[in-house]
């Protein structure tokens, strides 16, 4: 049995309403505040309705797509992979583009061992297991607690969520999570006015010190996102903190996962985040960037087209689970659609695209062309910053500058700009009272103009009195 197809956005959004359940959402929201959108295509940059209304996806589909929808490249990989192989357990067997991916992100990463699974929370989740069962293994007993960053985000599953710093996604199910032991967040838009990025980040980590050198026995890992605190509100700090960070923890002995869920792959201007951690001690052969124990790795990983993410971790780790049978060492954590070849492919083909299309370099005269567009935003009445990392840039809106006073949550600022943009075609999805832009880097300079200017319009609609 099945329904006529429907032909107008109507039809398909009633029918949507009645059985779809959408992700972090308050549904009735939907009933008359926020027309829900159904998507029939996508090519580019661009998403388009049954009605042949046009988005720009200026979120990249909440931080996925990389080269704009449907890239020939990517679109050809998966043709081909579908032909030869669509998906097979991937205990006891193993295949040609996982085996490919493992590589190149090892090369990559510098961490040698790739533990696939399939969503970025379960990427963490898998991360905090093998930290806490690695000292396990070494027989440390007692460390079973992470450190993590007020602000933080690491996803939606117990573990992951039990990491996240205190919010609304965490804090409803409270008293089902682990206790991390949160320490302040680097986060510079807290620092006092006049202070440098460097000198707030590195002023926040004397918090994390502390606790390192009162917890670290208990301690099997931190946890952080390196640059940008993305889902808590796109909240920037210095690099030298994952430098002071790694140093610390090879110091007192507990690992550094590095959560590159949203930041990897180019968003920041390295491929890495961690890349941009400055060198320890400056003079000759110092070398820029951090290795962590742990990189969890997700959406932009296939491009924006098919779910996939991956741990990787250092070979001593990995080493410490190789045992024989019967010691029961080994790392028993599965997902039945590991490593799917489809995903693995589009990975293959989204990696390939870097070089071909020169993108870092592409990336840092695209980030140029956002600040010089949003350049009315930094004397803007109600905006109390404008930061950006890479491809990352955010708006901070207020209702008192002088003050940094914030507009009440029940105002919802953010979604009257994010109506606006609809209207006007850009998706500008907010973060509370926060306006980012993390557009695909395959976008053209002209449709970053009309992006930045749409942006400008909808902070303007937003602050405007009354709400
Ligand atoms: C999105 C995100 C996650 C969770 O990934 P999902 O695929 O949504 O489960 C974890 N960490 C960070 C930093 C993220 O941005």
Redo the contacts with the bound molecule.
Sequence with gaps: MSSPASTSNADWRARSLAHVWQPCTQMKDHESELPLIPIARAEGVWLEDYEGKRYLDAVSS??TNLWGHRHPTIVGALKQQLDTLDHVIFAGFTHEPGILLAEQLAARSGLPRCFYTD??????EAALKMSFHYWQNLGKPNKQRFIALSN??????LG?LAVGGPSMYRDSYAPLLLQPIFVPSPDCYTRTPGQSWEDHSRRQFEHLRLVLERHADEVCALIL?PLV???GGMRMYHPLYLTLARQACDEFGVHLIA?????GFGRTGSFFACEQAPPAVYGRGAKRGITPDFM?L??GLTGGTL?L?AVMTREEIYQAFYADYAAYKAFLHSHSYTGNPLACRAGLASLSLFEETNALSANAVLAQLLWAHTAELRTHRHVAEVRQTGLILAVEMVRNVAKREDFPASERRGLRAYRHALEKGVVLRPLGNVLYLMPPYAISAKDAQKMCEVLCEAVDVATRDPA
């Design positions: 909440w931080w969503n970025g929370s379960s990427a963490v933080s985000y690491h996803g939606e599953t992951a996102e605190q993305c889902a959560d590159e869920i949203a930041v969890c997700s959406k779910p993410a």
